[in-house]
């Protein structure tokens, strides 16, 4: 929506250009991330990787923290097994239960041929979820100056926000 046309719809690439200009702007003490349900992860080098009885469990700085099922990783295989040694830049643990949810890997550090767009490495890793039509053949350009991580979380608090939009809606 612009000033010139305050009534009109906004286009995907403008939402999301809108969504990442504000996922850090504080409302009521918290930000978007925060109110999707999600708290800041750790950060560091990834010194081990166990493959834990559902999903992996990545040591970062002394401390275990397990991969929720279905986790968004960015510049780095969908292969947990590959992570050990790599930098998180950032992440995102589900508040409700502690696990990471969104892992962003050191994008400089990352080689050409293991830089990815969000997946679900927890699925490929215990090679459940694979096969025709499973797999993410979305690659972004190194260099891009696209805000991916930004945008996932956008989507997934929009989801968020039409279920429960639509559940009020019929109820009404």
């Known amino acids: 929506m612009s000033v010139e046309n305050p009534e009109g719809e906004l286009t995907r690439e403008e939402f999301a250009l809108f969504m990442y200009n504000h996922l ?3 409302v009521d003490g918290k930000s978007l991330y925060e109110r999707a349900g999600f708290v800041p992860g750790p950060t560091g080098e990834i010194e081990k990787v ?4 559902k999903t992996p469990i990545l040591q970062i700085a002394g401390k275990e923290y397990t991969l929720s099922e279905h986790p968004r990783i960015l510049h780095a295989s969908a292969d947990p097994a590959t ?7 950032e992440s995102w643990a589900v508040a409700v239960d502690g696990t990471l949810h969104l892992i962003v890997f050191d994008a400089a550090a990352s080689s050409a041929t293991d830089a990815a767009v969000p997946t679900s490495a927890a ?3 215990a090679g459940s979820h694979t096969g025709a039509g499973h797999e993410h053949h979305e690659h972004e350009e190194e ?3 696209f805000p991916v991580v930004p945008v996932v979380l956008a989507v997934i608090l929009l989801s968020i926000v039409g279920t429960f939009w639509v559940s009020r809606k019929k109820s009404n």
Do not use: L, T
Request: net charge negative; hydrophobic share 20%.
């Open 83 to 89: 992570w050990q040694g790599k930098r998180v830049e």
């Open 143 to 145: 260099g891009s100056s």
């Open 50 to 53: 166990n493959a834990g009885e």
């Open 24 to 26: 850090n702007d504080q």
């Open 123 to 125: 699925s490929q890793a």
